[in-house]
């Protein structure tokens, strides 16, 4: 008997329980968030020794030192005297301090002074921060919560090569603008894995584009959709090389988007808050930012969020509702929507 293969023909959305039931969100925890890569930040936010850089995942808070060697460290942003705070934000420090009651760490994580404790009392060197992984790519910084994380390299080095001749290795970050949205986090992801709904959401970015080229092309752990930016509408800079004069948008499994223009990097992260709110960062980039037009860039970006928060929150209500359950995706557009959810289905073995 031959097996029944899952296709986009054949496979409907996920049910719409997925989307608000707190159980599902707690399994994604586990088995996504606590497994996979994370994007915290731009490398460029912590070039010198004892820059720091927060960040939560899943529920976790976490902090990114670069180190004397210019390496990076990453902990957890977990004093082990009583579960303190080593930073409240992002700063340049010359040794952590615990926000609590004062215990010294060095910024490679080893306890130095440990507050109100004699040697007797306490052994420092056994309580040192707690270690995560953290890795470097193409300029932006991941951390990974388990154990031993799969390489992430290995699963978005291809990134690079169908961006060339575009290289946002280099690009400097310069601010980041946080969105809390009513809606699961994957709500947020599957819109912006399509651009089937670009004519009716986004009238403006319509123009801007060429929506009849509009291509989504799928790979292992990340999906591109991309486009020509041929008008002279374009709020980006328009290339001298007319092979950069395109808009790449990249998804990478899970949470992960880098929107990419000529000279300029938006990435965006999304993280879930709880089973139907999300917080979605957008950090911009730009390659010269001294020549880019960041105000119309950024002006730009906010009209067009502003237009996926109010269909992306109706679409809530709308799965949240009695009169929905599941639907159908379009063979041709909604290839990386059905990609996405294939991969959350196999992440949680449902
Ligand atoms: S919790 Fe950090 S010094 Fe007490
Ligand atoms: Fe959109």
Redesign the pocket.
């Known amino acids: 008997m031959t097996e029944k293969i899952n296709t986009i023909e054949n496979q409907f959305t996920l049910p719409s329980k997925w989307y608000f039931e707190n159980s599902y969100l707690e399994r994604e925890k586990t088995e996504i968030f606590l497994k996979e890569w994370q994007l915290v930040g731009s490398r460029t936010q912590i070039r010198n020794p004892g820059e720091i850089l927060l960040a939560e995942v899943a529920d976790n808070p976490i902090i990114v030192i670069c180190q004397k060697d210019n390496t990076l460290k990453a902990f957890y942003n977990v004093c082990q005297h009583r579960g303190g705070p080593l930073a409240y934000e992002n700063c340049s420090v010359s040794k952590l301090q615990c926000k609590y009651h004062g215990w010294v760490y060095e910024l490679n994580g080893d306890l130095k002074n440990a507050r109100g404790f004699n040697k007797t009392e306490l052994n420092i060197e056994d309580f040192g921060l707690q270690p995560i992984h953290v890795t470097e790519w193409m300029g932006q910084v991941f951390v990974n919560l388990s154990n031993s994380p799969q390489d992430l390299h290995q699963h978005i080095d291809e990134i690079k090569t169908l961006t060339s001749p575009i290289d946002f290795s280099d690009y400097v970050f310069k601010f980041r603008q946080s969105y809390q949205i009513n809606c699961n986090w994957k709500v947020y992801m599957d819109?912006?894995l399509e651009?089937f709904?670009?004519p009716f959401?986004?009238p403006e970015?319509n123009k801007v584009i060429d929506y009849k080229s509009y291509k989504t092309e799928i790979y292992e752990r990340f999906s591109l959709q991309w486009c020509p930016l041929d008008s002279e509408l374009s709020p980006y800079g328009k290339s001298e090389n007319s092979k950069e004069n395109k808009a790449f948008y990249f998804t990478i499994y899970p949470n992960i988007i880098l929107n990419i223009a000529p000279g300029r990097l938006q990435t965006n992260i999304v993280e879930p808050k709880n089973s139907k709110t999300c917080v979605v960062h957008f950090d911009y980039h730009f390659d010269n930012p001294e020549e880019a037009d960041i105000e119309k860039d950024a002006d730009f970006s906010e009209m067009?969020?502003q237009?996926?928060i109010l269909?992306c929150e109706n679409v809530q209500k709308g799965l949240e509702s009695k009169g929905y359950d599941k639907g159908k995706f379009s063979p041709l557009n909604e290839q990386g929507v059905f990609h996405f959810q294939s991969l959350v289905k196999s992440s949680l073995n449902l």
């Open positions: 819109n912006f651009g709904h670009i959401v986004h970015l067009v969020q237009e996926d269909i």
